[in-house]
């Protein structure tokens, strides 16, 4: 019979809660189930992902080497012979050429970086051409093909 003095859980259904910290009467006391030793036990551990238990880590057990120069510039760049061939194929139709009219053929894809032609190839038309920079044999296969190199 069910009277209101007599009520209790049903079997199972409520766990007994672990109190830790709350003395020797809890069952907990001690260390609190921390365990006995390491900073683990200890108030304010912090696990880091990256901590292997004080063995070497890896990212110092791999040998660095190399220089990473963060004053490098990246060119976009430009063969004269990859020009010659827009050329043939009829897509560049204007005699001077600019970064941004490169651009809008899609031959660079980089707005930030500086434009440099280099000579590899032959270039049979006459053009004048604008960049940033130029190597020396692509200066001189513009000039000898009638053309104008200008450094911008």
């Known amino acids: 019979m069910n009277i209101l003095s007599n009520l209790k859980y049903a079997e ?16 907990h006391g001690g260390t609190s189930t921390r365990g006995e030793n390491g900073a ?20 110092r057990q791999v040998p660095k080497f190399g220089f990473y120069n963060f004053n490098r510039v990246e060119y976009s760049t430009v063969n004269l012979g990859e020009l010659q061939k827009l050329l043939d194929a009829g897509k560049i139709k204007e005699s001077v050429i ?20 280099l000579g590899f190839g032959e270039i049979k038309t006459k053009l004048e051409i604008s960049a940033n920079s130029f190597s020396k044999s692509a200066i001189s ?12």
Do not use: C, H
Request: aromatic residues 8%; positive net charge; charged residues 30%.
């Open 141 to 152: 296969k513009i000039e000898n093909a009638g053309g104008k190199a200008i450094v911008v």
């Open 98 to 117: 600019t970064k941004d009219y490169l651009l809008s053929l899609r031959v660079i894809k980089d707005k930030k970086s500086p434009l440099k032609i």
């Open 40 to 59: 683990k036990s200890r108030s304010g551990y912090k696990f880091r992902y990256w901590f292997e238990g004080g063995q070497m880590p890896l990212q």
């Open 12 to 27: 199972g259904s409520r766990q007994k809660r672990k109190r830790v910290g709350r003395g020797q009467g809890s069952g």
